[in-house]
């Protein structure tokens, strides 16, 4: 079983940065994809960025290409997304998904952490 724990939200900035952390437990971790969600208030739940299990393909979102950089920490246990350039839009609960079926399935995730929100001012 593995169980996903989000950290790093917070209020910014227009312009400022944050890195979000999600930490997982249970020793098949390092055979997951993972990927981040966002969902802002009144509004579905939107794709952010995900990684294969090597950590050596990422995607992204084209609101967020250029911006964003997902990667993750095997040892740590941890994915890590780095928002950078942070603008009222991308105020949201960010959520981390973690899935043993790879990136396609990653909307369809087994397991999700509870969220943390990112609070852009202007």
């Known amino acids: 079983q593995v169980q996903l724990a989000e950290s790093g939200g917070g209020l910014v900035q227009t312009g400022g940065s944050l890195r979000l952390s999600c930490a997982a437990s249970?020793?098949?971790?390092?055979?997951?994809?993972m990927g981040w969600f966002r969902r802002a208030p009144e509004k579905e739940r939107e794709f952010v960025a995900a990684?294969?299990?090597?950590?050596?393909?990422?995607f992204y979102s084209d609101s967020v290409k250029g911006r964003f950089t997902i990667s993750r920490d095997k040892p740590k246990n941890t994915v890590y997304l780095q928002m950078n350039s942070l603008q009222p839009g991308d105020t949201a609960v960010y959520y981390c998904a973690g899935d043993p079926r790879g990136v396609p399935m990653i909307d369809q995730a087994e397991h999700w952490g509870q969220g943390t929100q990112v609070t852009v001012s202007s």
């Open positions: 990684i294969n299990w090597t950590g050596e393909r990422t």
């Open positions: 249970g020793r098949t971790f390092s055979t997951y994809a």
